[in-house]
């Protein structure tokens, strides 16, 4: 998982990251998200591309996490696209 945030990191002009993540409360959102910086070792800063604003997100609490060519993902990504919509 830190492999692909570095990466994203590192190339953030041809990189995003895509994921499922779990809040504190439970609720399910898939987010499209331009990772910013590591955190210590369990959270990162990101901008979640739907939402339009850095967010903090907990490694634990990330699933499905996968590099995406940036050139293909709509900026911002559409609330209506599946994105950061509950499931």
Request: net charge positive; proline share 5%; with cysteine.
């Amino acid at each position: 998982m830190n492999r692909i945030l570095q990466q994203a990191m590192n190339d953030c002009e041809n990189y995003v990251i895509e994921m499922d993540y779990e809040d504190a409360k439970g609720n399910r959102t898939h987010r499209v998200v331009s990772p910013i910086r590591l955190m210590g070792s369990y959270r990162f800063l990101g901008l979640c591309l739907c939402r339009e604003q850095p967010r903090q997100f907990q490694l634990s609490r990330c699933r499905n996490i996968r590099l995406v060519a940036a050139e293909n993902v709509m900026m911002p990504v559409p609330m209506g696209a599946g994105s950061c919509e509950l499931n």
